[in-house]
């Protein structure tokens, strides 16, 4: 018998900063029925917030007392950050630059986790994205993705998307892909057992598809 087969549906996708992962996330989310949480505003909202108070965000312990005390309310259109909306600014450039930095600090990883595992608790499962997903915040989900895509592949989409110098954009992933595969707590990594999905030179519906091929095959 399916021991899982009353389980909320947990699907986790980690993987690099633009290969794709939310586009596919939402995507595979509407076709499912699920809803969707994407951890990264969840960490680009904390940094907010501690750029709001002043606090460098590389201060460990001032950055540790402010983020237990932040509220971030999520939906699927915008992002509140303590009662004001910030959608826009936390993909501004003051944002971007300091979320690594806020990301490694250990208690805005705790506090973030455990928020992360009550919203799908309250929406009986759900496509959860981020990089630590399918090893820290659900290690038993049924289906873990790690989606990527080349370096070069990933700076053009961005440029499609918001412009800017593809080399200049490559330069910069490459330096956050760093970052975040470096850091000492919850480096972005393939989970154990997680299916690595390369989506350069695929397009979205194809990659949705395969997913769900490859759901079904997990049931
Ligand atoms: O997915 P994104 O680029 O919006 O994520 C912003 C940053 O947050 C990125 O530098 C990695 C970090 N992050 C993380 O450390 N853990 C997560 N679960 C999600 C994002």
Redesign the pocket.
Known sequence: MNERVNEPLVIAI?GP?GAG??TVGRALADRLGLGYL???????AMTFAVQQRGVAEGDLADVAAVAPLVSIEIDDTRVCVDGVDATEAIRGRDVTEG??QV??NPVV?DV?VERQRTWVTDHGGGVV?????GSV?FPDAPLKLYITASPRVRAERRVNQVGGDVDEVEASIIK?DR??TSREH?P?TEATGAVVVDTTGMAIDEVVDHILELLERTR
């Open positions: 980690d900063a992962k939310s994407d951890t990264g505003a969840m960490y680009r979320v690594s990301a490694a990883r973030l994205e981020g990089r630590d997903i915040v956050r970052f975040d919850s972005l």
